[in-house]
């Protein structure tokens, strides 16, 4: 709150900064560097939220790594047919498998941005449901099929779709727990696959519950585990969503809820209390070309959310959509788009 009051403007930009490193792959696996990094990020764009980078794969890899999938099948592996004894396995006796050396520098990179003053280490997550969804050959049928009506006991894709969301959980609270310990204070769970593409607004608007049991009822979970650390639940999805969807979104009470652009902020604004900062939602995505969106238009964009958003006297943080992944070969363009936003003097 205090955030948003003073004016903030930050972009979730450490990808930027990793790829200005000479060798980025090393970075990720040596915990101070990467701290460092976090850190520098922060500074950089002048903001105490030091966050860590979003990588949505690094759940999905320790899973499969634990399950004994060979690495050079990791990258195209997806689960079909029913679950198979390891998800079971998992299921009956919890997630115990050592994590991985890029999970293992994230940790020590938290506690390296925990001992710097003046920065708020803030850890990172996918959320269970876009984890199921890198996980299953055909996400959006097997839920579709859940929310026609069909149960686990009537088909073996619900019934895998079931168990692979039952297992993230399981990894989540195993791995989300691991950067509490590290010193997180807050955790941004990333959760883009819960939108109207893999859940059905037609399925949701005749009565059925997928919304409520495969996305808030675990997200209910892990905002407990954050909460029980006495740190911040934050929420992050760039999917579209039906006014639905980000009421439900909103409703779970994160300390920050990030949306992607697809809706603009003060379209959502009235569905979300005002003890929810809302963040974003410049349209970062399209930033690697200059045919789609200039540095002018990214300007009036930013002052148009600073506008409408201040005018509905809700707490907010102007702020990029998603991630900005740096693209090779673009990193002038995506570059100016960050540093026009940061610095544009609006009205």
């Known amino acids: 709150m205090q955030l948003a009051a003073s004016g903030l403007r930050m972009p979730i930009g450490a990808d930027i900064i990793l790829h200005q490193q000479p060798d980025p792959e090393a970075v990720l696996l040596d915990g101070e560097r990467l701290g460092r990094m976090f850190a520098d990020t922060a ?21 499969l790594r634990s399950l004994g999938i060979r690495e050079d099948e990791i990258p195209k ?5 029913g679950p198979s004894e390891g998800i079971r396995s998992i299921i009956e006796s919890g997630f115990k498998a050592q994590l991985t050396p890029r999970l293992k520098a994230q940790l020590d990179a938290i506690r390296y941005v925990s001992g710097c003053p003046g920065l708020f280490p803030v850890g990172m997550s996918i959320g269970p449901f876009s984890l199921m969804t890198k996980l299953l050959a055909d996400p959006i049928s097997a839920v579709a099929m859940a929310g026609s009506g069909l149960v686990a006991e009537d088909d073996p894709e619900v019934n895998l779709m079931e168990k692979l969301l ?8 195993v791995t989300i727990g691991a950067q509490l310990e590290a010193g997180a204070k807050a955790v941004l769970i990333a959760e883009p696959a819960a939108n109207k593409v893999f859940l059905s607004p037609r399925q949701i608007s005749k009565g059925s519950d997928i919304f409520e049991r495969y996305v808030l009822e675990y997200h209910r979970r ?25 009421e439900k979104l909103a409703g779970l009470k994160p300390a920050l809820l990030s949306l992607g652009s697809s809706r603009p902020l003060w379209e959502v604004e009235p ?12 349209p970062s995505k399209q930033f690697f070309s200059d045919n789609i969106i200039t540095v002018e238009q990214v300007k009036q964009t930013a002052c148009e959310i600073i506008t409408r958003m201040k005018a509905l006297d809700h707490p907010f943080i102007l702020g990029s959509e998603c991630d900005v992944i740096m693209v090779p070969g673009r990193e ?16």
């Open 271 to 282: 569905m979300v209390p005002k003890d929810v900062v809302l963040f974003g939602n410049l």
């Open 77 to 81: 592996f997806h689960f079909s047919g």
């Open 332 to 347: 002038r363009e995506i570059t100016e788009k960050v540093q026009a936003f940061m610095e544009v003097v609006c009205g």
């Open 43 to 63: 500074v950089r764009f002048k903001t105490p939220l030091a966050m860590v980078r979003m990588d949505l794969e690094l759940e999905r890899n320790l899973l």
């Open 166 to 173: 039952q297992v993230c959980s399981e990894i989540l609270q």
């Open 222 to 246: 892990i905002k407990n585990l954050i909460e029980g650390h006495d740190a911040l639940y934050m929420l992050h999805d760039c999917g579209e969503l039906t006014d639905y969807m980000v």
